[in-house]
C-alpha cells in the first residue's frame, strides 16, 4: 500500500530553521553585549585606575612645588643671613680704620696745616684744611701718597686763596692763607694685611739667597 504524506512538512522545516536562527542570533547578540559590558568594564576600570594615578601625580607635584618655594625661600632667607654676617664681620674688621687715619693725620701732617674736617663715604675720605702756602699743600699730598698705610691715592680737588683776619679793633691783622679740598681713598684691613704678606715675602727672599751662598 502506497502512504503519501500531506502534511506541510516544508513549512514546519522553515519554521523550525527560523526559530533556530533566532534563537542563534539572540544568543550571539547576548554574547555580544556581555562581550561588550566586559570590555566597557576592563577599560572602565583601567581609566578609573589612571586616573587616581594622575590625582596621586598630581598631589605629589603640588607637594614637590610647595618643597621648591620652601627652598627658594631658605636660600634667600640664607643669602640675606650670609650678607647681614659679612655685613658684621666687615663692621667688626674695619672697625679700628678711623684710628689709623686719624693717627696717619697726625702723623703726616705738616706744620702750617689746619684740618677743618674729615668726612668718610664707604671708602672714600673727604679732607677740608687750610694751609699757609701751597707747597705745605703738595707736602701734605706726597705723605698721604707714599707714607701711609690706611690712605692712597690722594687727589687734590679744590684750592683758593682765603683771607683770614685775627684780632679786633687797630690790633686786627689780615692774612692770606690757602683753603684746600682733597679726597682719599681708605685701604680696607684686607689690602694692608696682602701688602703686610707681600712685604714679608719680599723680605724672606734676599735671607733665603744669603743662606745659599
Request: aromatic share 4%; net charge neutral; hydrophobic share 40%.
Amino acid at each position: 500500500m502506497i502512504r503519501i504524506n500531506l502534511l506541510p512538512h516544508r513549512e514546519a522545516r522553515r519554521e523550525r530553521r527560523k526559530r533556530d536562527f533566532v534563537a542563534l542570533g539572540a544568543t550571539v547578540a547576548l554574547a555580544g553585549a556581555a562581550v561588550a559590558m566586559a570590555v566597557g568594564f576592563g577599560i572602565n576600570s583601567k581609566i578609573d585606575a589612571q586616573d587616581r594615578r594622575n590625582q596621586f601625580i598630581a598631589a605629589e607635584n603640588a607637594k614637590l612645588d610647595e618643597q621648591i618655594r620652601e627652598i627658594a625661600t631658605l636660600r634667600s632667607e640664607i643669602d640675606a643671613l650670609k650678607a647681614r654676617q659679612q655685613a658684621v664681620e666687615e663692621l667688626q674688621s674695619n672697625r679700628t680704620i678711623p684710628v689709623h687715619l686719624l693717627d696717619e693725620l697726625v702723623r703726616n701732617t705738616p706744620e702750617g696745616i689746619y684740618l677743618k674736617s674729615l668726612s668718610q663715604t664707604e671708602r672714600r675720605l673727604a679732607v677740608v684744611g687750610y694751609a699757609q702756602t701751597n707747597e705745605r699743600v703738595a707736602e701734605l699730598l706726597r705723605n698721604l701718597a707714599g707714607r701711609t698705610e690706611w690712605m692712597e691715592k690722594p687727589e687734590l680737588t679744590e684750592i683758593k686763596a682765603v683771607e683770614l683776619r685775627s684780632g679786633t679793633g687797630r690790633d686786627a691783622e689780615q692774612r692770606r692763607i690757602y683753603e684746600f679740598s682733597l679726597n682719599a681713598v681708605v685701604r680696607s684691613l684686607t689690602d694692608t694685611e696682602q701688602d703686610g704678606a707681600a712685604g714679608t715675602v719680599a723680605g724672606a727672599v734676599p735671607a733665603a739667597q744669603v743662606a745659599r751662598n
